[in-house]
C-alpha cells in the first residue's frame, strides 16, 4: 500500500468482479499477455452444465484500460486462498521500456470469495476525470413516457449516454431480467448512478413484430428441422392511424371515433387480424425458394449453421415519430390501459428515438459489439426501403429492437476486430440470409396486410364517408331552398325598411302604428332570416365535407390510375410482343415445308453413306427438338388467336359488345384443354346463359384468369389428398359457371377454396396465396369490371374445407333495370 499512496493520483475508478479471480500464473501470463487463448481454454474446459457465459476471445479487451487511465492496479485472488497477487502497471513504460517489468506483490490474506479488482488511477499529466462518466439529473413524481419531467423528487445521478451505451453490451434492456449479471455503478459516498432505459416508452409502439425458432426432433430424438414462428402484433392507435390517414386531416377532425371505439373495432375484427399475421413454419419447406431468390450465394450448409445457432428470437418496435400521430398514440395508449394512466404524454418521442433506434444483435442477452447503432445498417433496412414498396417497410431512424442467438462459447457468429461488423463466415452469411427472409415477411409483407385489412374493416363499419349522386342532389336542393328563403326574407325587410322610410317622421298617430305593424311584421321575419343562417352554416358544412370525401376520393383514384397506367404498359408490351411472334410464326408457317424437305435431303444422305451413329445420335435429336419447337410455335399462334380477341382497335375499348358468356367461356375452355385433361378437371357451363354487352375481350380477361386460378388450386387439392384422405374425392374435378339472373354469374370449383386470411383482401393488388405468385389477377379483374359498371365479390358460403369458394360477377346496370322493372 505504500506504493501506492506514493503515487501522485488525480482521480481514481474502481471496477471489481466476483468471477473466478486470478492466480499469479495466470495474472502473468493471461492477463498481461497480449492475445492470448485464456478464455478459448476456460470454454473447452467448462463443464456441459455450466450455463456461464465467458465474453471475449481476442485477448486484447484489457487494453482498453490504457485509453481510461495512464496507471492500472490489477488486485485479485481465488477462492479458498490465502493470498492477494497485486500488479501494478504504468502504461507509459509498458509501451516505452523494451524489457518492462511490472511492479508486483502479494498481500497475505485469508480469501474465502473469489474477487477481481481494477484500480484505474490518473496522474498529473493525465488525471482521471470520474465525473465525465455520470451526470446528475433530476427524479420526478410523475415522470414523461420519453422523459419530461414532473415534479421534482431530487436529484440522483445517471450514466451518461456513452457510458450506458459501452454498458448495453452487458444487458438487455428488452427482457424482464435485464442482464445476466448485476451491474452496479457508485460513486466514492457510496451514491448509486442509474442506467436508465424507459422501458414503459415500448408500450406506445403502433406495431411489435417478433419471432422465434423451435427445434423439431425426430424419433431418436435427432434435431432434423427448424419451426419458425412468425407474428405481428398492433395496437388501437394503428388503426386510428390508418383512419386518419384515409379521411385526411379535415373529415378526420368530424369521423374520427374515441381510442376505446378503435379497440373494441380491432377486438371485434382480431381472429382475422391474427389468421392473416401470425404463422408457422418449416424451414425445410422454404429451403428451396430461399436458395434459388439468394442464388450464388447461398451457402451449402445454410441449414446446419442455423441449427448451430438456436434458438433465434427477434422482437421490433415501430414508431411514428410525427408529432400528430405520437400525440394521438400516446392518448390512446393512456385510454387504452397500456401504459399508466398518471404517466404524462405530451413529450416529444424523437429524442427517444434518436437514441435507442435500430435492430440490435446479442448474443446470449450479451450486446454483439456495436451492431445495430443508428449508423449500423446491418440488416440494409434502408437499402430494401428503395426496392419498392417502400412506404410498408422497415424505417430504420422508427423502430427499436432486437435479435437474440445462442452461441455461448462465441463458437460461430463473433464481430471483426473493430467490433463494427460479424466476421463473415458460413454462420454469419446464413444468419444474414435468414433474418433477411423473416423481416421481409414482416415488412413490406405483414405491414401491407395489416393496413390492407384495417381499411377493410374501417369500410364494412361505415367509418369513411362515401358521396353519392343522392347525397349531392340532396345538398343542392338545400342549398336552393335556403337561397329562395333568403330572397323573400331580403323582400320582406326591404318593404319594411320602405315603409319606415314614408313614416320616418313620427308625427302622426297613423304613422306610429303604421311602424308598429311593419315591426310586427318583421318579427317572424328576422326568425327566419336567423334560421336561414343556420341552414346556411350547416349547408357550407356539409358541402365542405362533402369536398373533402370528393378529395380524398380523388386521391385514391390517383393510385388506381397509377396502378392502371403500370398494367397498361405491361399490356403494351406484351401485344408488341405477341405481335412480333406472331410476325415470326407466319413466316415459319410459309418456310415449314422447306425444313421439312431439308431434313429429308440430309437424312437421305446419311443413310446412304451408311453413317448410321451419326444419323442416330446426332442428326435425329436435332431433327425431333426443331420439329417440338416448331410444334410449340403453331400453339403460340392459337395463343395469338386468342389473344388478339382482347386487344383494343381504332373503335374504341369503351365500346360495348353484346357478349354471348357461353361462347367466350368455350373459346377459354378450348385453350384450357391441355392442362383441363392432364389434371382431370372439366368445365361445367351448361347452366350459363347469359348475354352481356361489355367492352371487347372483357369476359376472355375476367374468366381466364378465374380458370388460372381454379386449375392451380385443384391441382394443390390434389396434392395434399395424397396424404389426408380429407381432401379426396371421386370422379373428375369440376368449375361450374352458372347463371343466377340476367344480371349476375356464379363461379366455383372442386379446389381447396380461398383460405380465410385472404378472404377481406384478396382483391387487392401484391396479394397472392400461391408459391411465386405476382398478386395482380384478381386485383386485375376487380379493377377492369368496375371500369364498366360491373363487380366481383367472394360469397360467404364454405366448401366442406372451410373456406370461401364460390364467385359472383354482376353487372350493376341490369341489377339496376332488374329493380326498376
Known sequence: MEKINSLDTRGVIFLEDNGKGMTYDILKTGFFEVGTKLKKDEKVLEEEGDDSIILGDKGIGRLAAQRIAPVLIVETAVANSNEINVILVTWKDYVNIKDFDAPEWKITQQVSN????????????????????????????????????G?????????????????????????????????????DDSKIIKLDFNYQALQVAESIHSFSTENVFDDKGNVTDLKVSLKMEIRPWFLERIHHRELGSVLYQDWKREPSEYKQLYEKYKEHYVANLEEIFLLSSVLGKWKKKHEGIFPEG???????????????????????????????????????????????????????????????SYRLATIGN???????????????QQFYRFELGNVIGFININDK?????????????????????SLQIFLSEVLDIFSPGYTKTAVELTKRFLDLEGWIPENNDEEIENELNKSKEILEAAKQNLKAIKE????????????????????????????PVAFDFEQNIDDTQRSFKSANQLLEVARQEQARIKTEAYNNYKLMANGLVTEIITHELHSLLNSSEEEAKKYEAHFKAVEDFLLYK???????????PIKNKFEHLYKRMGDMDKLYSFLEKTFITRDGNRALLSTNVNEELAIISDRFKFRLNRHNITIDTSLTTNSWEVPKGALLHVFYNLIDNSIYWIKER????????????????????????????????????????????????????????????????????????????????????????????RLNYLVEENEQA
Open 496 to 523: 319594411a325598411i320602405n315603409a319606415i322610410k314614408d313614416n320616418i317622421a313620427l308625427d302622426s298617430e297613423e304613422k306610429i302604428n303604421s311602424v308598429k305593424k311593419v315591426f310586427e311584421k318583421l318579427q
Open 302 to 364: 445454410f441449414l446446419g449453421a442455423i441449427l448451430n445457432i438456436v434458438p433465434i428470437q427477434g422482437k421490433i418496435y415501430t414508431f411514428k415519430r410525427d408529432n400528430t400521430l405520437m400525440s394521438m398514440a400516446r392518448r390512446s395508449a393512456v385510454d387504452n390501459n397500456y401504459i399508466d394512466p398518471n404517466t404524462r404524454v405530451n413529450y416529444d418521442i424523437r429524442p427517444f428515438l434518436e437514441s435507442n433506434n435500430g435492430i440490435k444483435l446479442y448474443r446470449n
Open 114 to 149: 473469489p474477487y477481481t479488482r481494477l484500480w484505474l488511477l490518473g496522474n498529473s499529466e493525465q488525471p482521471v476525470l470520474v465525473e465525465k462518466y455520470y451526470q446528475e439529473q433530476e427524479d420526478f413524481e410523475i415522470e414523461d413516457l420519453f422523459g419530461n419531467p
Open 610 to 620: 451408311e453413317e448410321y451413329v451419326l444419323n442416330k445420335d446426332h442428326f435425329l
Open 374 to 388: 443508428k449508423d449500423n445498417d446491418w440488416l440494409e433496412l434502408q437499402q430494401k426501403r428503395t426496392s419498392g
Open 718 to 809: 390434389q396434392k395434399l389428398s395424397r396424404t389426408n384422405v380429407k381432401y379426396s374425392r371421386e370422379g373428375k374435378d369440376q368449375i361450374v359457371i352458372k347463371t343466377v339472373s340476367n344480371s349476375a354469374i356464379q363461379f366455383s370449383d372442386t379446389g381447396i377454396g380461398v383460405y380465410d386470411k385472404y378472404q377481406h383482401i384478396l382483391f387487392n393488388e401484391l396479394v397472392s396465396g400461391k408459391e411465386g405468385g405476382r398478386g395482380m389477377g384478381l386485383y386485375i379483374v376487380r379493377q377492369f369490371l368496375k371500369s364498366f359498371g360491373g363487380e366481383i365479390e367472394l360469397l360467404p358460403i364454405l366448401n366442406e374445407y372451410g373456406n370461401r369458394y364460390i364467385f359472383e360477377i
Open 151 to 187: 415534479r421534482s423528487l431530487g436529484v440522483s445521478l445517471y450514466a451518461k449516454s456513452e457510458l450506458q451505451s459501452a454498458l448495453s453490451f452487458l444487458y438487455s434492456p428488452f427482457e424482464a431480467k435485464k442482464s445476466a449479471i448485476n451491474l452496479n455503478l457508485s460513486t
Open 409 to 429: 462459447k462465441q463458437d460461430y457468429i463473433y464481430e471483426t476486430s473493430s467490433r463494427e461488423h460479424l466476421t463473415k463466415n458460413i454462420h454469419s452469411d
